[in-house]
């Protein structure tokens, strides 16, 4: 025995109407469907705007300022670590390498020990 069968699928709200679904009735009473759907993912037209890292450059850099308002605080080092973590741009503060205070062009442990020895001096 073969049956035609239209669903309505609600989906976050879009409400979307598919139709002409055979199924087939086996003998032990089960449904095995001859068509499955699938819904395709349809990709965002506006593209995400990359972010652009904002250049902080200071005398007190290489003392472990990472933010060059003179001093080494934890400001710093939370700067650090999020640049650390990141892998050199903190999304979070929109920043771009201001931990690199060894100027090696990466922000590693060796930035964390030039900040470390700079702490609060």
Do not use: H
């Not at 965002?44 to 250049?55: G, H, K, R, V």
């Not at 902080?56 to 650090?80: I, L, P």
């Amino acid at each position: 025995m073969q049956k035609t069968l239209t669903l309505l699928v609600v989906i976050v709200g879009i409400v979307v109407l598919i139709s002409g679904i055979n199924l087939t009735f086996a003998q032990s009473n089960t449904l095995a469907p001859s068509v499955i759907p699938t819904l395709t993912p349809v990709p965002s037209a506006t593209p995400t705007p990359a972010i652009t890292p904002i250049p902080r450059e200071c005398s007190t850099k290489v003392f472990g300022d990472a933010d060059c308002d003179g001093q080494t605080t934890a400001d710093d080092y939370k700067y650090w670590l999020c640049e650390f973590i990141e892998g050199g741009v903190c999304k979070d503060i929109n920043s771009g390498r201001w931990s690199d205070f060894f100027r090696d062009g990466k922000v590693d442990m060796v930035d964390f020990e030039v900040y470390r020895r700079n702490f609060y001096k």
